[in-house]
């Protein structure tokens, strides 16, 4: 599930003078998406052209519009989605529907369940310039995590894959890391994960995703990868932004 987790804590526009700035655009962020795709197994990349959209705006005939945007946008994302977060044997679902009635809590923004997400209808009319929500969901479709998994994690690797592979340019990808931490998952979470893959090599988080697509322990992977706690990991990364 996708929660507006800025709007909870501080608004995006108003972080205190030590959270994460908003950077421009690099090139490692607008070349890993292509790269990745290149890259990308070949049945990874035929379940991507093939997947089948559904927008069921039968409940909100008002967004008929920006759902047609949004497949758009869905047909770019998904190769990108499922190249980030390739693993051996693994092959993408070829089919979501997306539809739209109000959600509660009403601060969460989508859900998704099997191959459907449901994006919160009150909330959507009132952002419809948050496409990211859905891009969250999809990454949630494509992970196919066995259960138990770790939470901040599952709900990490979805904002990283959104905030930092499909949406760098996203301001509501800011936190303020004195209110929050990755415990929560989400930004902070997908924050911590992009420190580690910057300083510990490309392919971390596609080291975890596999872990825990095989049923592994992520945290376990992480340790194995950086040689620290999570914990330990974040009180770094805090750090780092002082």
Known sequence: ??????????????????????????????????????????????????????????NAPELAGWGQKLRGMIAGWWPMINATLASPGYTPPDFVRIVFRDIDPPNAGAYSAGATIVVNLTDILGHQDDYGRVAHELVHLAQQYPKPN??????????????????????????????????????PAAALLDWVERGYGAGSVKRINAAMRRGGDGEAELLAITGSTPLTLWRAYVKSRA
């Open 150 to 187: 770790i939470n901040w994690l599952v709900e990490g690797i979805a904002d990283w894959v959104r905030y930092y592979v499909l949406l760098p340019g996203d301001p509501r990808r800011n936190f303020d890391p004195g209110h929050i931490t990755y415990q929560v998952g989400y930004q």
């Open 1 to 58: 599930m996708e929660f507006r987790i800025a709007e909870i804590f501080t608004d995006a526009r108003e972080l205190a003078p030590g959270a994460e700035p908003m950077p421009l655009t690099s090139r490692r962020q607008l070349l890993v998406g292509a790269g990745a795709v290149l890259l990308a197994p070949r049945a990874a990349r035929a379940a991507a052209d093939t997947l089948r959209i559904e927008i069921d705006t039968s």
